[in-house]
């Protein structure tokens, strides 16, 4: 075989922030080499067009380059978690799952590109996916062990809240994305089957979303009917302001916007069910419209809304309105995901993966509006993406005390850090699709 196989040494006994320490000397020169290098974040047309017209050749050059780039990003990122996080064992395993990732994809960063190593390619391709299927609930059991041994309170004095926050997203983000690329190379070059005949990889040039939010409706509604034995009904209207049609088609991935609408009905069924125990259950309204720019879906129940001061906790990993489940010992992957606050967080990453948004907009004592938007057009639909540099290095640094100069401190601290990890986490180029190195970063004053 043309390359050596080397052996992953485990960390979770004894911990270590550099992670370059678990790889032999080439593969740490290798890390650093790669995590100087920005992401190529891939429009949904470039996906289309590259899936379409691409040989298994040029995706193999393409993948072999751009896969171990966002993984050094990351790793990079796993380095400066708090010590907190960093203490638990399932913190420990998703570190060693990308060191072993990277490990494996250096194998054919100078391999030869003939039909038999692309071959090989592929399922190592298809390992690390399947390696990497269970780090969401991986890190949630981390996070929530953390949780146990922590107070909240003083999570957030020392600032492990908020980096933590910082990280997931840009980790779950990172996840999204390598395993889109992964599943467009297999599914196009490899032996998986497309769901569609039309589909070009994991994308549907002709994304049905009614009937997606119809699908996502009705499993959302056994799911209520199983728990509370009775559903609310759907009340849809789709507007199509381009053609004038009752029908709304985009270019999108269909798991991900099941996804999305999954969740975002089960939270709107269970509200309504919940606010209206005793009493005929008003039906979920569900406006679908597309324009000449976006699709937007607005999902509004009568479940009682939420406290105003709660909107921006909903999309904290950290925070549940559901019963926070007992956590099992079983390893990695088996702590629930119910009552772990991941839902919305996770929905709103797929959605601002291409470019879109959720946006919560809640009267409390009477419900709340939920609108999904996605990009329109697919040149415009490209991957938002995690870049690994000194300013994103900074926020993981313990915070700096700073003087209000509000006589509400929350009013001027709060709202400077979102802005501030919102810029930073998008400070990558979008529109650019070449893999290029990083400008040489500037020390931090």
């Given at each position: 075989?043309?390359?050596?196989?080397?052996?992953?040494?485990?960390?979770?006994?004894?911990?270590?922030?550099?992670?370059?320490?678990?790889?032999?000397?080439?593969?740490a020169k290798k890390l650093e080499q790669y995590s100087k290098f920005n992401p190529s974040p891939v429009s949904i047309s470039h996906f289309l067009e590259f899936g379409r017209s691409a040989s298994t050749d040029h995706s193999y050059l393409f993948m072999r380059k751009e896969i171990p780039v966002r993984l050094a990003n990351m790793m990079k990122e796993l380095e400066l978690l708090p010590t907190e996080l960093q203490q638990q064992p399932n913190c420990c395993?998703?570190?060693?799952?990308?060191?072993?990732?990277?490990?494996?994809?250096?194998?054919?960063?100078?391999?030869?590109?003939?039909?038999?190593?692309?071959?090989?390619?592929?399922?190592?391709?298809?390992?690390?996916?399947?390696?990497?299927?269970?780090?969401?609930?991986?890190?949630?059991?981390?996070?929530?062990?953390?949780?146990?041994?922590?107070?909240?309170?003083?999570?957030?004095?020392?600032?492990?809240?908020?980096?933590?926050?910082?990280?997931?997203?840009?980790?779950?983000?990172?996840?999204?994305?390598?395993?889109?690329?992964?599943?467009?190379?297999?599914?196009?070059?490899?032996?998986?089957?497309?769901?569609?005949?039309?589909?070009?990889?994991?994308?549907?040039?002709?994304?049905?979303?009614?009937?997606?939010?119809?699908?996502?409706?009705?499993?959302?509604?056994?799911?209520?009917?199983?728990?509370?034995?009775?559903?609310?009904?759907?009340?849809?209207?789709?507007?199509?302001?381009?053609?004038?049609?009752?029908?709304?088609?985009?270019?999108?991935?269909?798991?991900?916007?099941?996804?999305?609408?999954?969740?975002?009905?089960?939270?709107?069924?269970?509200?309504?069910?919940?606010?209206?125990?005793?009493?005929?259950?008003?039906?979920?309204?569900?406006?679908?419209?597309?324009?000449?720019?976006?699709?937007?879906?607005?999902?509004?129940?009568?479940?009682?809304?939420?406290?105003?001061?709660?909107?921006?906790?909903?999309?904290?990993?950290?925070?549940?309105?559901?019963?926070?489940?007992?956590?099992?010992?079983?390893?990695?992957?088996?702590?629930?995901?119910?009552?772990?606050?991941?839902?919305?967080?996770?929905?709103?990453?797929?959605?601002?993966?291409?470019?879109?948004?959720?946006?919560?907009?809640?009267?409390?004592?009477?419900?709340?509006?939920?609108?999904?938007?996605?990009?329109?057009?697919?040149?415009?639909?490209?991957?938002?993406?995690?870049?690994?540099?000194?300013?994103?290095?900074?926020?993981?640094?313990?915070?700096?005390?700073?003087?209000?100069?509000?006589?509400?401190?929350?009013?001027?601290?709060?709202?400077?850090?979102?802005?501030?990890?919102?810029?930073?986490?998008?400070?990558?180029?979008?529109?650019?699709?070449?893999?290029?190195?990083?400008?040489?970063?500037?020390?931090?004053?």
């Amino acid at each position: 075989h043309f390359y050596k196989r080397y052996t992953m040494r485990l960390t979770c006994v004894r911990l270590s922030r550099n992670l370059a320490k678990l790889l032999d000397e080439v593969g740490a020169k290798k890390l650093e080499q790669y995590s100087k290098f920005n992401p190529s974040p891939v429009s949904i047309s470039h996906f289309l067009e590259f899936g379409r017209s691409a040989s298994t050749d040029h995706s193999y050059l393409f993948m072999r380059k751009e896969i171990p780039v966002r993984l050094a990003n990351m790793m990079k990122e796993l380095e400066l978690l708090p010590t907190e996080l960093q203490q638990q064992p399932n913190c420990c395993l998703t570190q060693d799952f990308y060191v072993q990732s990277f490990q494996d994809i250096l194998r054919y960063e100078n391999a030869p590109n003939t039909p038999s190593v692309r071959d090989e390619f592929t399922k190592c391709l298809q390992t690390i996916r399947l390696r990497h299927k269970d780090v969401v609930p991986t890190m949630a059991e981390a996070v929530m062990m953390m949780k146990s041994q922590h107070s909240r309170q003083d999570l957030a004095k020392t600032g492990v809240e908020s980096c933590i926050q910082y990280f997931l997203d840009r980790l779950y983000m990172s996840r999204i994305s390598i395993h889109m690329l992964i599943n467009q190379h297999t599914i196009i070059y490899g032996d998986e089957a497309p769901i569609s005949p039309i589909h070009v990889g994991s994308i549907d040039p002709y994304c049905d979303v009614p009937m997606i939010v119809e699908d996502a409706f009705s499993n959302a509604a056994f799911l209520c009917d199983q728990h509370y034995l009775q559903s609310p009904e759907l009340d849809l209207e789709v507007v199509n302001a381009e053609d004038k049609t009752e029908t709304v088609q985009t270019v999108y991935v269909p798991a991900h916007l099941y996804h999305i609408l999954f969740e975002l009905f089960k939270n709107a069924l269970r509200a309504t069910v919940e606010a209206h125990e005793d009493a005929e259950l008003p039906p979920v309204r569900v406006l679908v419209v597309k324009s000449r720019n976006d699709v937007s879906i607005k999902i509004s129940d009568q479940g009682g809304g939420i406290p105003r001061y709660e909107t921006q906790e909903l999309f904290n990993y950290l925070y549940s309105t559901a019963p926070t489940p007992v956590v099992s010992t079983g390893g990695a992957g088996s702590a629930p995901m119910a009552g772990l606050g991941y839902g919305l967080p996770l929905s709103r990453l797929y959605a601002r993966y291409f470019h879109g948004d959720i946006i919560l907009s809640s009267f409390d004592g009477f419900g709340t509006d939920a609108t999904l938007y996605l990009r329109a057009l697919a040149r415009e639909a490209s991957e938002v993406l995690p870049v690994f540099n000194q300013m994103s290095k900074q926020l993981y640094s313990k915070p700096k005390p700073m003087v209000a100069d509000w006589t509400d401190p929350s009013s001027n601290l709060s709202q400077h850090f979102n802005k501030a990890c919102l810029v930073r986490a998008n400070c990558g180029d979008p529109s650019s699709s070449e893999w290029h190195k990083k400008e040489e970063e500037e020390s931090s004053v």
